[in-house]
């Protein structure tokens, strides 16, 4: 689900470009939407381009390309565009698979497991909605949890790649409320959006940094994250 402004201005970028052929600047995006700086503007791209309603083309000055409207917009567009974003569809409507563990890729590892529920998904990428109630649960080796409690998290986006996480896997969280810097955490980003990112601190601040060159390290005032929970493992279906 898009907020108000997110929803505003991927119409007003859809627009202006079947009008001009040419996507609006970070100026008058910032006049059409009302906001004081162009740094809004910025982080309201940079989660429509996590969500997969819009792209940005590399080395490309204002190159922005919309590859998908909300349906209660444009019901059956995006089936007709043939376009495929990034988006978890999770074993939910499908039969169950047998998870593959990527630490040791034998599925003999899932013979003795405990069940972990899913809490929906994370965005490996800019925030998105924060942590659903359990959708469903999935078995993990009990090696792979240790002591205390767990969940598991459908992951959507590229943004942890460099760090082996990559859309469409689930991580395992510990739940846990402090971090180390260098960890790799769930945050909870005013009390709204939730982001599977590395925690780093700079300063007073708190620094949620990306495993993939193409998204920026964002800087948060203390106060405005709280750590969810610690990655603990991974689990990929082939």
Known sequence: MLTRKQH????FIHERMKETGI?????????????ASKSGIHRLITA???RGFIRRLPNRARALEVTRLPDSIAPG?????????????GSLGRAPEKPRLQATGNDDDVAASVSVPVMGRIAAGVPISAIQQKTHSISVPPEMLGGGEHYALEVKGDSMVEAGIFDGDTVIIRNAST???????????DDEEATLKRFRRKGDSIALEAANPAYETRI????????????????RRY
């Open 220 to 235: 948060f005032g203390p106060d405005r994250v709280k750590v969810q929970g610690k990655l603990v493992g991974l689990i």
């Open 77 to 89: 567009l995006n089936q007709a565009r043939k376009f495929s974003p990034s988006v978890i569809q």
């Open 8 to 11: 505003e201005l991927l119409l």
């Open 179 to 189: 971090a180390t810097p260098g960890e790799i955490i769930v945050a909870l980003v």
């Open 23 to 35: 996507p609006p600047s970070f100026d008058e995006m910032k006049e059409a939407l009302d906001l």
């Open 48 to 50: 429509l381009e996590e």
